[in-house]
Every structure is written in structure tokens, then in C-alpha cells.
């Protein structure tokens, strides 16, 4: 085993990202990092046991030389006797449909694909490539982005089924282990293109911290586990003080008495808020300091006063208390009936707006499960479709029997204040519901195997 590949699988071993007969799918650019990933991955199978799988991504960017890099991958898969899978995607495209930008897109595309792969071979984790050098990089563009410890700590050596081998070495290690190894790799040109924002990092901040202070991106990442570790602390100890002290829940808002933040220092206090708007953005994506102090603020200020936050997300001063989820119906009520539009926007007020379409069903395509996005299957639907409020006799089904149950009983055993009931936003088939919006959807109207067309709702609130 060469002694770099030997240091690799000491730290592998030292973190717990490799065990004995494991099955891993390897991401596979053609890059230098990637390249060193595989081959020592394949180094280390005789002494566990691996079962390697490759998967690649031609991201549709740079043309011939993307295609020459998917080429090479092919032969260098088939010299290893490493099974390969190629994914074709056009990331520009997809980029401008989901108003990403073209770095979060591939990203997007990649680990879908990594995933993908993964469930189908039944591996335990996926390895990616990234090293040391990427660490600092990672925790300088975080910190200049004004995250807090979280980011700052960088990337994980192992994040669910990610794992990251290389997180120990440097970019020059992994340069001089394939050059002792007479390894080629592919050099992708969109690495010193300085319009991606960690390029600019990589190939002009981090150069110059190197000339000033030698060994800087190692102890950029030594400080980075040493963040991580406070992190985890103060993470743990933030969700101790919700789960005795946060009532409520994704779908009702989460409330928390003001007291509790008092006697706590400004550092938890902070904790115990990303705590409850992880929660609700399921990840760290859309938060930021600012967010954060803006939810503090309310603790001085007089009840009923609220803030914005991204995603149609409110939080507001409720007596001793802050709420924090979506603006209540009352905010939001139509003003009356409202014919759904089938193939478009339907405005039911000046804060709400539902998109909807109806479209063949894709058997291959995963079931939204988002508070305010849902699907139905379209053929089931009896009557026009109604946004409304409650009506005498309205009812919905539950469970794989569809037992009918009256909304009135389904509001009170949700505990919806009775002040709150009429407000509460409908989507109606005749009396029966077929979502209860913001809640549970009738179990009638469920996507299932028979399902030939799906209306699909997207609802947007301002």
C-alpha cells in the first residue's frame, strides 16, 4: 500500500469511515481528486474487502472536454475492474428552471445521482473527494458569507451516508501521490473561471494566506474540528431546551416563552432559535445570522409585533411568547368560495396564491412532501374544485380504509381553537376535503398505484 494511501486509510479507520467488506459508490470526475479517491479506495480493498462502484456526472458545461473526462473515466473504471454508471444532465437548463445558480445545480444533480446508485446497489456510503485544501475553502467562504460556528466548523468526515476520505490530506499530497503512481487525471478549465465563487477562493485568497502564513490551510481545517466540536455541544445542548420548552410543530408553528431565552446566554439563545428554523427549512440553506437576531428582537419589543423571514415564514411576539411558522389563516382568508384553476395561478387573496397543473403521472418521480405542496390523484376528483372555508357536513377520509371523519372532529382532535375553525383554508370535491390546507390530506385522493393523472398544488404565500 503506498504511504499516502496508507496515512488515507489510517485516518479512515481513526474516523470510522471504513469497515471490513463495505460496499461504496465513488464519485468520479476525472479530476486529480477524485482520480487519488478511487485509486486508493482500490488500494484498500485488499486489506477490507470493498466493493467499489463508480458514478459519473457529465454536467453538460464544457462540451468536448466533458466528454473527453466522461471517456477517460470509462477507461480508467474498466482498467480497475470498478463498475461504472454514467448520468447525462444538461445543469445550465435545470439551473434556470430552479433558480439556482450553476454550482448549486451540479451539486443538486450530483448527489442525486450518487444517491440513486447507492439505493439500487445496496452500498453503505458514498465517497467524495474532497481534501483539506477544500476545508479551508469551505470555512473561509462560510465565514465570509456571515455564518456562525456550524458553518465555520466546514465539512464533516462522515454526513449520513457521505463520507469523506480525503479530508485529511492536502491538494499537494494528493498531486505527488498520482504523480509517484504515473497517474493522469483530467484538468477541468472551469476551475480558474474567478465568475464561481469558491474559484475565487481557491485560486486567489487561499495563495496569499499560504504566502503569509505557511501550513495556513492546515490550520484553517484544525481550527475548523476544533469549531465542530463546540458546535456539537452547544447544538446538544440547544435541543435539550427545546424538546422541554418549544411547544407546537412544523405544521401549527412552534412557540417559545421568552423567559427561557432570558436566562440563557446570547449564544444559546441563538442555538435554541436555529434549533426551531432548522426545523421548519428542514436544513441550513435559508438562514443566516441576520434571521436569527432578527427572531431575538422580538424578546424587546410589545406583543403582536412580527418579522419576515424567507419562504413565507413569520415570526411574531405573542405575549410572553414568540411564535415562529407560517402567517395563521386568519391572515390569509378568502374571501369567499373560489373555483380552483386547474392550469395556472388562483388568487384567493392578496397573500395567497395556489399554482396548479394537471399532468400525466411519472411512476419515477418522487411525491413532494412539503408543508404547502401536494399532489392528488386528478381522476378521483367527483365535483369542481373549491377554496374555501368549513360547511355543514364536510368530511374527510383517513387511513388506508378511508374511514370517514367530520372536519369539525378532525379540527377539534387537531386542537384548532374554535375562534380559529372557519378560518382554517380548504380545498373542496363537494363536502369532501380533499386538503386541509397547511394539514392532512384526504387518504381518497392519494397518488397510488391505479393514478393515471395527478393535479398538482403549489401553494405561494406571501
Known amino acids: 500500500m503506498n504511504r499516502l494511501?496508507?496515512?488515507?486509510?489510517?485516518?479512515?479507520?481513526?474516523?470510522?469511515?471504513?469497515?471490513?467488506?463495505m460496499k461504496i459508490v465513488a464519485g468520479v470526475s476525472g479530476g486529480a481528486d477524485s482520480v487519488c479517491l478511487l485509486k486508493m479506495l482500490k488500494e484498500m480493498t485488499e486489506q477490507l474487502g470493498l466493493d467499489l462502484f463508480c458514478v459519473h456526472v457529465e454536467h453538460g458545461i464544457r462540451g468536448e472536454e466533458s466528454r473527453q473526462d466522461c471517456e477517460f473515466v470509462r477507461r480508467l473504471c474498466a482498467e480497475l475492474a470498478v463498475p461504472l454508471k454514467v448520468y447525462e444532465e444538461d445543469?445550465?437548463?435545470?439551473?434556470?428552471?430552479?433558480?439556482?445558480?450553476?454550482?448549486?445545480?451540479?451539486?443538486?444533480?450530483?448527489?442525486?445521482?450518487?444517491?440513486?446508485?447507492?439505493?439500487?446497489?445496496?452500498?453503505?456510503?458514498?465517497?467524495?473527494?474532497?481534501?483539506?485544501?477544500?476545508?479551508?475553502?469551505?470555512?473561509?467562504?462560510?465565514?465570509?458569507?456571515g455564518s456562525g460556528i456550524k458553518g465555520m466548523s466546514g465539512m464533516s468526515p462522515r454526513n449520513d451516508m457521505i463520507i469523506r476520505p480525503l479530508l485529511g490530506i492536502t491538494r499537494r499530497q494528493i498531486e505527488e501521490y498520482l504523480s509517484e503512481t504515473g497517474q493522469e487525471y483530467c484538468i477541468d478549465s472551469t476551475n480558474t473561471d474567478l465568475k464561481y465563487s469558491r474559484n475565487g477562493i481557491r485560486g486567489v485568497v487561499i495563495p496569499e494566506l499560504e504566502r503569509i502564513v505557511t501550513k495556513a490551510s492546515e490550520h484553517i481545517a484544525r481550527a475548523a474540528q476544533e469549531l465542530g466540536e463546540a458546535d456539537d455541544y452547544l447544538r446538544a445542548e440547544a435541543a435539550r431546551i427545546c424538546d422541554r420548552e418549544v411547544t407546537g410543530g412544523i405544521e401549527g408553528g412552534y412557540k417559545l416563552g421568552i423567559a427561557v431565552l432570558a436566562d440563557r446566554a446570547p449564544i444559546i439563545q441563538r442555538y435554541v432559535v436555529r434549533d426551531i428554523l432548522t426545523k421548519i427549512y428542514s436544513g441550513h440553506k435559508d438562514l443566516e445570522y441576520l434571521h436569527v437576531n432578527d427572531v431575538l428582537s422580538l424578546c424587546d419589543k410589545q406583543s403582536g409585533r412580527s418579522i419576515s423571514l424567507p419562504r413565507g415564514i413569520t415570526a411574531r411576539r405573542e405575549g410572553d411568547h414568540i411564535y415562529i411558522g407560517r402567517p395563521e389563516a386568519s391572515q390569509i382568508l378568502p374571501a369567499g368560495p373560489v373555483e380552483l384553476?386547474?392550469?395556472?395561478?388562483?388568487?384567493?387573496?392578496?397573500?395567497?396564491?395556489?399554482?396548479?397543473?394537471?399532468?400525466?403521472?411519472?411512476m419515477e418521480e418522487t411525491i413532494p412532501n412539503d408543508l404547502y405542496t401536494k399532489w392528488f390523484d386528478y381522476d378521483k376528483i367527483e365535483s369542481t374544485v373549491l377554496v374555501r372555508t368549513r360547511c355543514d357536513g364536510d368530511y374527510l377520509t383517513i387511513g388506508d380504509t378511508e374511514n370517514r371523519k367530520k372536519l369539525k372532529k378532525y379540527l377539534i382532535d387537531e386542537k384548532v381553537p374554535s375562534s380559529l375553525r372557519d378560518q382554517v383554508i380548504l380545498l373542496a370535491d363537494g363536502a369532501h376535503i380533499i386538503w386541509v390546507v397547511g394539514k392532512r390530506i384526504s387518504s381518497h385522493y392519494k397518488i397510488g398505484a391505479e393514478t393515471r393523472r395527478v393535479l398538482r398544488i403549489d401553494i405561494k404565500i406571501r
Open 341 to 362: 384553476n386547474l392550469d395556472g395561478d388562483t388568487i384567493v387573496s392578496d397573500d395567497i396564491t395556489i399554482c396548479s397543473r394537471v399532468e400525466d403521472y411519472n
Open 91 to 145: 445543469v445550465p437548463a435545470l439551473a434556470a428552471r430552479m433558480d439556482m445558480t450553476v454550482e448549486e445545480a451540479g451539486r443538486f444533480i450530483r448527489y442525486r445521482a450518487f444517491e440513486e446508485v447507492r439505493r439500487e446497489e445496496g452500498a453503505d456510503a458514498i465517497a467524495v473527494a474532497h481534501h483539506l485544501n477544500d476545508q479551508a475553502e469551505t470555512v473561509l467562504f462560510n465565514m465570509a458569507r
Open 5 to 21: 494511501t496508507l496515512q488515507v486509510f489510517k485516518y479512515c479507520k481513526r474516523e470510522g469511515l471504513l469497515k471490513d467488506g
